[in-house]
């Protein structure tokens, strides 16, 4: 690193927590906090979903996904777009109706306590696990870049994180990821250019070489029950997975209730899908392009490197001061863009659904908005610990990621889709259906199904989802009679009535 790569992480950082600053000294109590007083422009939370699922996993796997395998990981998308267009038309209303601060409020007003207390609970130790991949992946490349030690970049990382969005609640989470979307978009641009111009031909030169190397298809449409990249996985592995993340998620739901109303959630929600589109479309694009260049140039890096090592090589061997110190800059963006959603939303999770509910006396709102800070702080240092194991996985990042959401994905959107769908099911019956399903997947994954019998893991999210919905309908459903009546159209307080 040169003093102007330093310089301009410097700078950064110290933006991002300007940003927390100011967004701290604008907080009166926990909704401000939490929900940023529900009235964020619409653009703007759209572009904070983005940059909650668009880690520096996604990053760093991303562009070494375009290396390795092509263009093909872009029909995801697909899946993104139909699990979004759901969640506009079913799950906003019944948000906005209900003024939710959680997601699992929802299953409380539907089944009981019970139900949103193993809702969040699930929630926790999901996203527990995925902000670990998030601390480890930018403290993987930062490690390798400035020479540091693992721990040290792991635990940089994290508390960078933890400072801005313990103090400056989801206000200056969000207009934080803005910032951060922008550094990584002139990051990935500014390299793809430096890239084409040490090609004779440039970008000409670097698509037909791509072409040649069968990079450039988008969409496969064979099926395959290992391979991610077909259209198949996509519509329905992948679709329950981004289903669960868009539906079920607090870190997605809180975005939408900080919105001012319910066409400004559904916007936001869409406008976040084709912004990710094209970040991704983006990265997998410069992944492309860094194997061509490789080939082009064969003395363009002075070892071969594997996919998620392809952009950390990048920075180290090619990129000039000042440009390396942006890409290593829009990689702490895109890890602190999802550790802070994702702690912040573990924090919320945890105050109001684990501990407003069980006191004896309501707490004050400073006394509330004290708990707030120290749940998110806490949080963020249980990732430090999950982000070691991390670093013991093997599997390329973005893969690891998604075989890990995939985990909870099925059990979660089951118990959504019984309070949805359907107006007979019983919390009985729902919790069952949640309960063996999640055993089922993590049975399988102890006697290794997958590996044994030639599936993809993320397979087992559409199966737990059918056996939720199959147990939690079929077991003592409600007569008519005793039905859930659903939600009344509209609340004296909600959005709608405004």
Not at 53 to 59: E, K, P, R, T, Y
Not at 364 to 377: D, F, G, H, Q
């Amino acid at each position: 690193m040169h003093f102007w790569d330093l310089l301009v992480i410097g700078l950064y950082g110290l933006t991002v927590i300007a940003i927390g600053a100011a967004a701290n000294r604008k907080q009166k109590n926990t909704e401000d906090y939490y929900l940023g007083g529900r009235g964020l422009p619409w653009w703007a939370v759209g572009i904070s979903i983005l940059a909650t699922s668009f880690s520096s996993a996604s990053l760093i796997g991303g562009t070494g996904a375009g290396y390795a395998s092509g263009m093909k990981m872009i029909q995801w998308q697909i899946g993104d777009l139909l699990a979004f267009s759901i969640v506009c038309v079913f799950f906003l209303p019944y948000f906005a109706r209900l003024r939710l601060t959680t997601a699992y409020e929802f299953l409380e007003h539907r089944f009981g306590r019970a139900a949103r207390l193993v809702a969040s609970g699930l929630f926790l130790l999901q996203t527990v696990l995925r902000t670990g991949l998030l601390v480890y992946a930018p403290a993987l490349a930062l490690s390798t870049v400035l020479g540091w030690s693992i721990e040290t970049a792991i635990s940089l990382t994290a508390l960078c994180a933890i400072l801005y969005s313990s103090f400056g609640g989801i206000s200056a989470v969000i207009w934080t990821d803005l910032i951060q979307v922008g550094v990584i978009g002139v990051g990935v641009v500014a390299s793809l250019f430096l890239i084409a111009g040490d090609v004779p031909g440039g970008f000409d030169t670097i698509l037909e070489t791509a072409r040649n190397a069968n990079r450039m298809q988008a969409v496969d449409l064979s099926f395959d029950w290992k391979n991610p990249f077909t259209l198949g996985w996509t519509v329905l592995a992948y679709g329950v997975l981004a289903l669960s993340i868009a539906g079920t998620n607090q870190q997605a739901v809180q975005r939408y209730q900080s919105c001012r109303d319910l066409a400004s959630s559904r916007k936001a929600a869409l406008f976040g899908w084709g912004i990710g589109a094209l970040v991704l479309g983006a990265t997998l694009f410069l992944g492309v392009c860094l194997h061509a260049w490789t080939t082009l140039v064969p003395d363009a890096l002075p070892d071969p490197v594997k996919g998620d090592q392809v952009l950390p090589a990048l920075i180290l061997h090619r990129l000039p001061p000042g440009l390396a110190g942006l890409l290593v800059a829009a990689i702490f963006a895109a890890s602190m863009s999802s550790i802070d959603s994702a702690i912040h939303s573990m924090s919320t999770a945890t105050l109001i659904d684990f501990v407003r509910p069980h006191l004896r006396q309501p707490l004050t709102e400073s006394a509330e908005l004290r708990w707030a800070r120290v749940l998110t702080a806490l949080f963020g240092l249980i990732a430090l610990g999950v982000a070691l194991v991390a670093a013991q996985q093997e599997q390329g990042l973005f893969q690891t990621m998604v075989k890990w959401l995939g985990y909870f994905a099925g059990p979660l959107l089951g118990l959504f889709l019984l309070g949805i769908v359907t107006r007979r099911a019983s919390q009985p019956g729902a919790l069952l259906g949640v309960g063996l399903s999640f055993l089922g997947v993590i049975g399988s994954i102890v006697l290794e199904l997958p590996a044994e019998y030639g599936f993809h893991p993320l397979w087992l999210a559409p199966v737990a989802l059918g056996i939720t919905l199959l147990v939690g309908r079929g077991f003592a459903p409600l007569p008519a009679d005793r039905a859930w009546p659903g939600l009344p159209e509209s609340r004296p307080d909600s959005d709608q009535s405004r």
